[in-house]
């Protein structure tokens, strides 16, 4: 039983409401899930207003008493934007979230995980670059418990003409100097890089440089809700990890693997 720390629900672009989500995670698996609705503060489609911050601490809170065998985490997916620091921290300290996962889908003001034709003629190699850039500043920040899909990059199957090893290395090094946890998403499986979030190399970096790990199956329906979770713990087995990291009100502990 794993605590699944990533999904969503149609107060941002999830298909479902709490009450679904939580009812649907009954039987699959998970001993907790954290729902992880978007918040960004560049205005975005698939964002929730930040004006519906209050319904979302609202609907989860009222689950928290009545959620059965599992139990239930208010956590968000706030994007990491640059620039934009200082109005993150204040908007993060004014919500009693369980942790706080930082993802970047922001290169400058390129949402670039939403449409795959953007990637026709750029120069991936410098998209790389840029991107891991960005998922290091965001664990620099200090804004975030987690960093959520940290070679999202990869999503629609676009790769750099260099090998990753030393991007992966100097990200692994600032998450541990940084303190970050990172989630293994298994989400990336269904998209066409079709493998999991971050990819088995830069996990064994990453246990390397002893970064902590937690797990998020990113779910935007009730029935994706720990999807992949037992072979995704058999990898994190296999690469070297014996626990996860769980998070209570910003505070961090651990579950045996
Ligand atoms: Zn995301
Ligand atoms: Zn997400």
């Known amino acids: 039983m794993y605590p699944d720390y990533h999904m969503h629900t149609t107060l941002s672009d999830g298909c479902e409401t709490h009450s679904q989500m939580l009812a649907a995670a009954q039987g699959r698996g998970v001993s907790e899930i954290g729902f992880s609705d978007h918040i960004s503060v560049k205005p975005v489609g698939w964002s929730m207003p930040l004006s519906s911050i209050p319904l ?6 009222s689950l928290k008493g009545e959620s059965g065998a599992v139990t239930v ?3 968000a997916e706030v994007d990491y934007v640059v620039g934009k620091e200082a109005q993150i921290a ?11 996962i930082g993802s970047v889908h922001f290169i400058n ?14 120069d991936v190699d410098a998209f790389y670059r840029e991107y891991f850039s960005m998922v290091q500043r965001s664990a620099k920040s200090g804004l975030y418990d987690i960093i959520g899909h940290c070679d999202l990059a990869k999503k629609f199957g676009y790769y750099p003409s260099f090998a990753l090893d030393r991007l992966f290395e100097e990200t692994a090094r600032v998450f541990s100097d940084y303190g970050v946890v990172f989630e293994l998403n298994t989400s ?21 440089y002893k970064v902590p790990v937690t797990l998020g199956s990113d779910a935007h329906k009730g029935s ?7 072979e995704a713990v058999a990898l994190l087995k296999r690469v070297g990890y014996s626990e996860l ?12 693997l």
């Not at 979302?56 to 809170?61: I, L, P, Q, R």
């Not at 994706?224 to 037992?230: A, L, M, N, R, T």
């Not at 990291?245 to 579950?255: D, H």
């Open 109 to 122: 003001d390129w949402n670039f995980d939403t449409d795959p034709s953007a990637f026709k003629g750029i």
């Open 245 to 256: 990291a769980l998070f209570s009100n910003r505070s961090r502990f651990w579950l045996n």
């Open 73 to 75: 985490k208010l956590g």
């Open 90 to 100: 204040e908007l993060l300290k004014q919500i009693p979230l369980d942790y706080c």
């Open 56 to 61: 979302m601490v609202e609907a989860v809170e």
């Open 224 to 230: 994706s809700i720990g999807q992949f979770f037992p």
């Open 188 to 208: 990336g499986r269904n998209k066409p890089c079709a493998e999991f979030y971050p990819s088995v190399g830069f996990i064994q970096m990453l246990h390397h």
